[in-house]
Nanobody, 121 residues
Framework: QVQPVESGGGLVQTGGSLRLSCAASGTIRSINAMAWHRQAPGKQREWVANINGRGRIQYADSVKGRFTISMDNAKNTVYLQMNSLKPEDTAVYYC???????????????WGQGTQVTVSS
């Protein structure tokens, strides 16, 4: 299976920065796009940003201007640079990879286990 693994979460003060990484490994045939999502306590999971293999990028309005997504295609790795963090950014951050496994020829979205980001006020 294709398995994304997140890292880089932690505790930071308001206004601080964190950089998240997510590396996809396993039975990868191709990765077409990667994305970040987050889920705050008591809330539904929400999309944060995504990037495709040609560099097309989209951000949720809530993070635009503060977060930057980037991708290393050769390493199947996506990054999320988070600046000017706010308490409302506190959440578990999940990575997803849209691609195809060598186990079959079907496009699917593969999810990581998440990494906790806590912003203290």
């Amino acid at each position: 299976q294709v398995q994304p693994v997140e890292s880089g979460g932690g505790l930071v003060q308001t206004g601080g920065s964190l950089r998240l990484s997510c590396a996809a490994s396993g039975t990868i045939r191709s990765i077409n796009a990667m994305a970040w999502h987050r889920q705050a306590p008591g809330k539904q999971r929400e999309w944060v940003a995504n990037i495709n293999g040609r560099g097309r990028i989209q951000y949720a309005d809530s993070v635009k201007g503060r977060f930057t997504i980037s991708m290393d295609n050769a390493k199947n790795t996506v990054y999320l640079q988070m600046n000017s963090l706010k308490p409302e950014d506190t959440a578990v951050y999940y990575c997803s990879a849209l691609g195809m496994s060598t186990l079959d020829n079907k496009s699917a979205e593969f999810w990581g286990q998440g990494t906790q980001v806590t912003v203290s006020s």
